[in-house]
């Protein structure tokens, strides 16, 4: 039976039991120790990407998947019956990976590829495609499941808070980041995804005040507008992590599940260890 084949890659940190039930392929970013590449999460799980990290002897890098990583997937839904696949990947500002998924579609032969540049990454990106799967479950079309996709990329915010800011010094991905990085005092640094980049708005002394700026700017981006979606983002800190939903889950009032998700290796590698903040979308 002909069907939508929806697509992502692994900074959307999307949890394993939605990939499951909404029959998502992600595809994996290589994280790179050295001069060994591994596919995030697939041959680098988060536990052992954060014991690598401790003990290398200089920082990692990442690298969007290669065209013919989407080749093979592209060919994989194809012959499974996909007459169409969907891909919702990392903002293309801080990454290839969306002009490495539209090179491979000019490769593939019998199959409509539409390329979604999220604009940001993590959650936000997998509450994308949730809605397009349910939209198609319900009997939507393409057009219908990219509105949906559309509708969450309008309505979305992620900010967070970094703790080892060695990694956006290194990294060089986040605007604003040298007035942190390069300060006589140690800050704590806020990021917001804007506009499609990380970018530092705020800073402070400790981790409770930039905990208390991450809920204030997300309070203001939502606006008092009816959530859809609520989760907390870390970087390997889950009992941190769980404290601070609780938080926010009352600080909003938000009676849905709020979903907790490591960062992951490719974005750890960007904003390291100790990362925690929030990411929703609303109505």
Not at 153 to 177: D, I, M, P
Not at 217 to 235: N, S
């Amino acid at each position: 039976m002909a069907y939508v084949q929806l697509m992502t890659d692994t900074t959307s940190n999307m949890p394993q039991a939605w990939v499951q039930r909404y029959n998502i392929n992600v595809v994996p970013v290589y994280v790179i120790f050295g001069e060994t590449s591994y596919k995030d999460y697939v041959e680098l799980p988060p536990a052992e990407f954060y014991r690598r990290l401790a003990d290398a002897p200089e920082m990692p890098k990442t690298s969007q998947p290669t065209p013919a990583d989407f080749a093979q997937a592209y060919e994989k839904a194809r012959a499974a019956g996909a007459h169409t696949v969907i891909g919702v990947y990392v903002t293309a500002k801080a990454s290839g990976t969306c002009t490495s998924a539209q090179m491979a579609a000019e490769m593939v032969d019998g199959l409509t590829v539409h390329v979604v540049d999220s604009g940001t990454t993590s959650l936000p990106m997998s509450w994308m495609l949730v809605e397009a799967a349910e939209v198609l479950a319900q009997g939507g079309g393409v057009e219908d499941a990219l509105a949906a996709i559309e509708r969450v990329k309008a309505n979305n915010a992620l900010v967070f808070t970094v703790t080892e800011v060695e990694h956006l010094a290194h990294s060089g991905r986040t605007v604003g980041a040298e007035r942190v990085t390069q300060a006589a005092v140690k800050m704590k640094p806020v990021v917001s995804i804007e506009d499609g980049l990380p970018k530092a708005v705020a800073t402070a002394r400790t981790q409770k005040a930039a905990l208390n700026k991450v809920i204030e700017l997300m309070q203001e981006r939502v606006g008092g507008r009816p959530l859809k979606g609520l989760g907390v983002v870390h970087g390997n800190i889950p009992e941190q992590a769980q404290a601070f939903a609780q938080q926010v889950r009352e600080t909003f009032g938000y009676t849905g599940e709020v979903v907790i998700v490591d960062f992951g290796p490719a974005l750890a590698v960007h904003f390291g260890p100790g990362l925690l903040g929030v990411a929703a979308y609303w109505e």
